[in-house]
């Protein structure tokens, strides 16, 4: 037999179709399992759950901040970005709402005038509900993007966040 965890993903389809209510209900049918709302403009799963909180961690995505006095307008960084969040006129120009954290103009930048700011995106929140682990993300408002986020849900050890809250139960007494 193969005892290997099944993930059942449910997504798509306009707001208030059910998707929210049919995976509670899925995740609260299967003792132990992980429900992750990657919901992370307006997650709302924790609302039937109700989990007791144990961990929260800042998710951050980096940007440049070029330094003008180094800075001698090459614009390799500009013909570098994919993405346009560089431009020049009569200095570099940083569209931070556009920027996919790729780093590569601090590392193309010959002057080194470019380099990295973190800036926080979002948060990540894990928790129980019974016999459920829960995972919630929730974006920065103003923010384009929560890929940096639904990745950090999506990534974690579930192995070592279960034994992490299994740890927290055990030792306050549940």
Known sequence: MNNKPKKIAVLSGKGGTGKTLVSVNLAAL????????????????????????????????????VDDDKCDGCQKCVEFCRFNALAYTNKIMVFKDVCHSCDGCEIVCPKNAISMKQKEVGKVRIGKSGHNFIRSGMMEIGEQSGTPIINSLLAEDFKSAKAHLEEHYKNIGH
Do not use: A, M
């Not at 992750?36 to 901040?65: A, M, S």
């Open 30 to 65: 299967c003792p132990n399992s992980t429900y992750i709302d990657c919901d992370v403009e307006e997650p709302n799963g924790h609302l039937f759950f109700k989990p007791n909180w144990i961990r929260e961690n800042t998710i951050y995505q980096t940007c440049p901040i």
